[in-house]
Each structure stands twice: as C-alpha cells, then as structure tokens.
C-alpha cells in the first residue's frame, strides 16, 4: 500500500508557475501509474495528468496541455506537477493519486478518479487573475 501527501500549493497570480510535489511512502511505489486530479468545489473532480510506471509515458487533459508537466523519481518517491502559464480556472484542489496497475491507458479516453486507489489529502492552488 502506498500513502501520498501533496505540497507546494498556494496563490499567485495569472501567468505565473507552481510546482506541486507528491511525497509517496510504503511499498511498490515504482509499480503504480500514478496520477493528478483536481477539484473545484460543487463540481466532479477531473483528470489533470499522468504517468506510468517508468516515467517513460505522460498524458494530460486539454486543458492543461503545453502548460503543466508530471514528472517522477522512483528513487525518491516523489511525483511531481509543474505548472506553468497558469489561469484563473486552474484554481483547485489538486490530488495526487496512485493506480494499482502500473500503466495509465484506460479502456474510455482519459483516466478516470475510480481508476485510482490510493488519494493524498489535496492541496489547494488559487490563481487570481
């Protein structure tokens, strides 16, 4: 079972970065696709990015594309979400989360929250504009 703590939310203006870092512990880390959501309160949470195993295999959402990069270091147990470029309806609650499989490919489009098993807490990110 893996436990997962996000950090490195928090505000800033429209156009500026964060990195979001998610901080894994327990066992089989390297062998989960893991991934970030986000969630705005009153609305279904949705796919933001995700990454396999290896690191080698990356998807994102639209929305975020071109902006945001997921990255991970097996060696550190740590998966990580740099946002750049933001915007105002990037403001959320951002969760990182670990599949236990260890690819992200889904049978209907992108991931899915029920696809994942193992949650963080959220960290929240406000984008003024």
């Known amino acids: 079972q893996v436990q997962l703590v996000e950090s490195g939310g928090g505000s800033v203006q429209a156009g500026e970065s964060l990195r979001l870092s998610c901080a894994a512990s327990?066992?089989?880390?390297?062998?989960?696709?893991m991934g970030w959501f986000r969630q705005v309160q009153g609305k279904e949470r949705e796919f933001v990015a995700v990454i396999d195993w290896s690191g080698s295999n990356t998807d994102y959402s639209d929305s975020v594309k071109g902006r945001f990069t997921i990255s991970r270091d097996n060696a550190r147990n740590t998966v990580d979400l740099q946002m750049s470029s933001l915007k105002s309806e990037d403001t959320a609650v951002y969760y990182c989360?670990?599949?236990?499989?260890?690819?992200?490919?889904?049978?209907?489009?992108?991931?899915?929250?029920?696809?994942?098993?193992?949650w963080g807490q959220g960290t929240q990110v406000t984008v003024s504009s």
């Open positions: 327990g066992r089989t880390f390297s062998s989960n696709a």
């Open positions: 989360a670990a599949r236990n499989a260890p690819l992200y490919y889904s049978a209907t489009g992108h991931p899915q929250p029920d696809e994942y098993s193992v």
